[in-house]
């Protein structure tokens, strides 16, 4: 059980995050943010494995990372 | 649930100013991290330098001090000097200190002054728009260079780290690269193992991070991260080349006898690059 969350107004569409995923759940929303870029989502969060890998690669700090019994990688 | 990731606390919330993609981002989390997990971000102070990276003091939640162009390590040596308990480090790009700061870096790593020098080396001078650097790779375009660098017109690009680990002063150098999350692991150990040694006493640290400059390579950020792997790791190998004890086993040797030693990069455990062929320096 793991869960992702995005801080939508922060993020740059830059798509690093989609890019190491290894669930492929990662997508550009249809829709921009106040900056006007089209943040990303996860579509199907039950595939979330907490593996954190998008939020490594994040340069713009929007993704935080929930897990059960997780180990944290940095909180 | 509980959280296992999230903006480290020696990151200010403060939204950053770094084109889309830009691995700026990722190195300044990584410093923050290790600033953490140290337990030092009270007591460090970091010095901004000239560059896209400009505005670090703003991202940084520890002191700061801004340096003006390429004086970084100057300028952390007197406040170092000043503040001898304090944790001191510089974070420069390709051109602040392998270019006009070229002086200043090889003075402190030579007096194996006590700080640490994040390096970030994107092959490009980023603020000012794309122009070459030391480090522009032979071939590569760049606005200064609109055919490719070329040998015999624009000079061979600099390896800072080989070229720093012929002085005795440097207790650890390392060159890592951030391109995917294999490697950020490894360049988070780099960091801090340098800060380790500058905790420790042992000296001058410094740690170079293969990064990206989407907006002037012309590349998507995912494209640039792919660029970096394929041209920038072959000439740039990865690897711990100074660590504080292959430098302890140099002191009292001879310097010419212990620097003939040091140049190739050693891979890190298994999850390095092996060190890179140099057949393409002449071509
Ligand atoms: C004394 C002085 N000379 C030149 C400049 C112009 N200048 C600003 S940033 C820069 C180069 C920055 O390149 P780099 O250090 O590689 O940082 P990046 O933006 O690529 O991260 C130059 C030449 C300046 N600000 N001050
Ligand atoms: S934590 Fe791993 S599996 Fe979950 S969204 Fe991020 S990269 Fe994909
Ligand atoms: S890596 Fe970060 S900024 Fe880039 S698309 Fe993903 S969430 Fe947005
Ligand atoms: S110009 Fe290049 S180095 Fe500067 S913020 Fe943009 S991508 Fe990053
Ligand atoms: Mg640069």
């Not at chain 2, 870096?105 to 006590?114: D, K, P, Q, S, Y």
Request: one cysteine or more.
């Amino acid at each position: 059980m793991a869960r992702v969350t995005f801080n939508e107004q922060r993020c740059k569409s830059c798509e690093l995050c989609v890019s190491v995923c290894p669930q492929g759940i990662i997508f550009l929303a249809d829709e921009i943010n106040l900056k006007g870029f089209h943040p990303a989502r996860v579509t199907e969060m039950d595939k979330c494995t907490g593996c954190a890998f998008c939020a490594r690669m994040c340069p713009d700090q929007v993704i935080e990372v929930f897990a059960e019994g997780g180990k944290p990688v940095h909180a | 649930m509980r959280q296992i990731f999230g903006r480290p606390a020696s990151l200010t919330d403060v939204p950053m100013h770094y084109c889309p993609g830009c691995t700026h981002g990722i190195i300044h989390r990584l410093v923050a991290e290790v600033m953490d997990e140290l337990g030092i971000r009270e007591k460090t102070i970091g010095i901004a330098s000239v560059g896209c990276s400009v505005f670090a003091y703003e991202y940084f939640n520890c002191d700061m001090q801004q340096a003006s162009h390429g004086r970084a390590p100057a300028v952390a040596t007197g406040i170092k000097r000043v503040w001898p308990d304090r944790v001191v480090f510089t974070y420069q790009g390709d051109g602040d200190l392998a270019s006009i700061g070229a002086g200043e870096i090889v003075h402190a790593a030579a007096r194996g002054e006590n700080i640490t020098v994040i390096f970030v080396n994107n092959a490009v001078y980023g603020m000012t728009g794309g122009q070459m650097a030391p480090t522009t790779l032979l071939g590569q375009k760049t606005t200064t260079t609109p055919l490719g660098r070329e040998a015999r017109r624009n000079g061979m690009p600099v390896r800072v780290v080989e070229l720093l680990s012929q002085l005795d002063g440097p207790a650890y150098l390392a060159r890592v690269s951030v391109h995917n999350p294999k490697m950020v692991n490894t360049a988070k150990r780099a960091i801090r193992a340098a800060f380790q040694a500058q905790l420790d006493g042992r000296g001058f640290s410094l740690v170079e991070v293969l990064s990206t400059c989407p907006t002037n390579w012309g590349l998507t950020p995912v494209e640039a991260l792919k660029w970096l792997e394929d041209n920038m790791i072959p000439y740039y190998p990865l690897g711990e080349v100074r660590t504080p004890s292959s430098a302890s086993r140099q002191a009292g040797v001879p310097a010419a006898a212990s620097t003939a030693t040091a140049p190739t990069p050693a891979a890190f455990g298994a999850t390095g690059t092996a060190p890179a062929t140099r057949g393409k320096e002449g071509e």
